[in-house]
């Protein structure tokens, strides 16, 4: 603040001097190629906040000719080396220099990468099952390269359980453009991450044939004698045919009809006969018994 004011400047809000950019054109423009030498500069820069758009990241980032981005994102995803290879960049990447088949794929790749990142919200809030087909193949490359271009380091092998694998350019950019053109779209992911060569990946998908009983070496010829402690075991195709031979021909015989319950005896009861009523005169007065 007091040297921006004795200098006459407006004062940097984030803080930083107002001669950070004179100061570091300084710096950077001597690490130059002359006639009788060159000198080669490996800086660890760091990035406040991850901001790219931050001035000490903008003034120290144009005087590189090559940058490494390291990607906290992409650590935490497992995709190791954690470079980010949209920020990520260099001058040298240049047809007359590396090549065009070198460099076409690499355009290729990195836009390949730029349209997931793109698809990504909308793959969070619709699904993948609403992009068109051509954007699900984009999505399917795009996560096979970026497991493809993991690579387990020697220096790690005791961290991570992983032995090291040294790739040569060649086998890189094979793998690449045989997952460009969708070589390896019925591959899993897993089958790409953390390996050498692109062949290795046929290597992970192969399924081991369960392990047959070990058998006696029997010569042609040679006559096998049962042992007593075999118990002979029943074949179950001819018990199921017996089983199903059966139940067809009782579904073929005709059913018996129920014959009908034999009637059930009723015994005879004799009712004894009702007693006679008594008859009364017929003037139909009773006797009445007068007493002395």
Known sequence: MEVSGLMGQMPSRLGYQPTMGTELSGLEERIANTDTGAITSIQAVYVPADDFTDPAAVHTFSHLSASIVLSRKRASEGLFPAIDPLQSSSKMATPGIVGERHYALAQEIRRTLAQYGQLKDIIAMLGLEQLSPEDRKVVVRARLLERFLTQPFFTTEQFTGLTGKLVSLKDALDGCERILHDEFKDYPESS???????????????????????????????????????????????????????????????????????????????????????????????????AS
């Open 192 to 290: 790409l991450y953390m390996i050498g060569a692109i062949s290795e990946a046929k290597g992970k998908t192969k399924t081991v044939p369960p392990s047959d009983p070990a058998k006696p070496d029997v010569k042609p010829g040679a006559k096998v004698e049962p042992k007593p402690n075999d118990k002979a075991k029943p074949d179950v195709k001819d018990d199921a045919k017996t089983e199903q031979k059966l139940k067809s021909e009782a579904e073929a015989k005709p059913k018996a009809e129920p014959k009908p319950a034999a009637p059930t005896p009723v015994k005879a009861v004799q009712v004894p006969p009702l007693p006679e009523a008594k008859t009364q005169p017929k003037d139909g007065h009773a006797d009445v018994a007068h």
